[in-house]
């Protein structure tokens, strides 16, 4: 098995056996392990792994909601080597209150996040599809791109609750609809 494992500094890829002998590996979890061969020329071998787990693994839907989370990460980060504590800062700080939030306003919070952190959260005054000015309603493309509603045949969010979003980087103005829309939106890919 191929595994890719994000620290705090860096993301490497390691094999580790698979077998009756071999702790199962998770997707997005939280370990401790160790690194036999680091300087061959091979590439190192994962052993003595060990999860440490987080009071929502056992919930069945969180966890579900989890690995598609942290799913989107592997493209974006995909052959980067030497990467800032930010990605790692910001998936830990995600596990740690995934059982206390609603994880999908979890996910677009750290999104949002993410976006403003890369340098490509875009204001929302003008539509990136016809310049014009948006008014009332929003709707969001991939990256959280400002459209109207009929510029993208899509559902739309009053723009004063996404600008407080945006703003002050907390869900908590938006109803479960415009939620499920903005996370829709996000697990197309970051």
């Known amino acids: 098995?191929?595994?890719?494992?994000?620290?705090?500094?860096?993301?490497?890829?390691?094999?580790?056996?698979?077998?009756?002998?071999?702790?199962?590996?998770?997707?997005?979890?939280?370990?401790?392990?160790?690194?036999?061969?680091?300087?061959?020329?091979?590439?190192?071998?994962?052993?003595?792994?060990?999860?440490?787990?987080?009071?929502?693994?056992?919930?069945?839907?969180?966890?579900?909601?989890?690995?598609?989370?942290?799913?989107?990460?592997?493209?974006?980060?995909?052959d980067t080597v030497s990467i800032d504590n930010f990605y790692f800062n910001l998936i830990l700080d995600s596990a740690r209150i995934w059982h206390k939030q609603n994880p999908k306003r979890i996910v677009c919070e750290s999104y949002l996040k993410l976006l403003e952190y890369e340098g490509r959260l875009h204001e929302t005054h003008y539509c990136y599809i016809c310049e014009q000015k948006i008014?009332?309603?929003?709707?969001?493309?991939?990256?959280?791109?400002?459209?109207?509603?009929?510029?993208?045949h899509s559902p739309s969010i009053c723009i004063k609750r996404f600008n407080h979003f945006v703003t002050n980087c907390t869900t908590i103005c938006l109803e479960d609809n415009e939620i499920e829309y903005l996370h829709g939106v996000i697990m197309r890919g970051i």
């Open 1 to 78: 098995m191929i595994v890719s494992i994000l620290s705090d500094k860096e993301l490497k890829t390691y094999y580790r056996f698979f077998g009756a002998r071999h702790s199962i590996l998770q997707l997005g979890y939280l370990v401790d392990f160790e690194v036999e061969g680091e300087g061959s020329s091979f590439m190192p071998h994962l052993r003595n792994l060990s999860h440490m787990g987080f009071p929502w693994i056992y919930d069945k839907n969180r966890l579900l909601s989890w690995h598609n989370f942290i799913k989107l990460f592997e493209p974006h980060l995909r």
């Open 135 to 152: 008014e009332v309603s929003i709707s969001i493309m991939h990256g959280f791109l400002p459209a109207h509603p009929d510029c993208i």
